[in-house]
């Protein structure tokens, strides 16, 4: 991350309970390397969008993609926007309503989004989003055509300007309340991978690959 600050910019700064705000590089990055599902924030037509979608990184930018009719996509290149990435860790229970939380990984990016036009870079850039996730896939399909790449659009944003937010441990109750007969604690939250479930339209001879068998999340 050549260009993130470590001293985090007013508009990323963690406000409300600041001492969770993580500004560097590395914590930044994992959480963007744990969980490629994304929500990016944008305007159109006065009105405040936010779609979910798909991320990944490439060393100190973010990339996300999809269909080239699709408004977010056409309303946030080259324009700014808000990317961010949560991820669920636990339902903390406390011994009052109020005390109630969650531990979590968050992070937010803001941005200038630039479309990727080249269509090498682009099919480079899709390369790595599929190997990212399944090692080696992507020289194993059939290529893309000229009409699916068309219809395909790249997006990238610096990751700049970042913040992450992150909450683990118990419950902090208010004192007194450690003394009510009260069961607290935390019910910890993960992400699985079930088993693969092929196409029954799978030819009878091919063989499940290495990355469906040895998939993992995070």
Request: aromatic fraction near 8%; include cysteine; charge should be negative.
């Amino acid at each position: 991350m050549a260009k993130h600050q470590e001293a985090p910019t007013d508009r990323v700064r963690v406000r409300r309970l600041h001492e969770r705000g993580q500004y560097d590089a590395a914590s930044i990055y994992a959480i963007l390397d744990a969980m490629p599902m994304c929500s990016v924030g944008y305007v159109f037509d006065g009105q405040p969008y936010v779609t979910p979608t798909m991320q990944w990184r490439e060393g100190d930018r973010v990339f996300w993609h999809g269909s080239s009719a699709s408004r977010m996509l056409r309303t946030t290149a080259e324009t700014e926007a808000c990317l961010t990435v949560s991820i669920l860790d636990g339902f903390v229970l406390a011994r009052s309503g109020f005390h109630h939380s969650t531990n979590y990984r968050s992070v937010m990016i803001l941005g200038r989004a630039t479309q990727v036009t080249d269509p090498d870079e682009k099919a480079a850039r899709l390369k790595t989003f599929v190997d990212g996730l399944f090692p080696g896939r992507w020289d194993s399909l059939r290529g893309a055509t000229d009409q699916e790449m068309k219809a395909t659009t790249v997006l990238s944003m610096p990751i700049d300007e970042a913040s992450a937010k992150v909450r683990t441990g118990q419950p902090i109750d208010d004192e007194p309340d450690y003394a009510l007969p009260i069961w607290a604690g935390v019910l910890p939250v993960e992400t699985r991978v079930l088993p693969p479930e092929p196409d029954p339209r799978n030819l009878a001879d091919v063989a499940m690959p290495g990355h469906v068998t040895d998939f993992k999340m995070g």
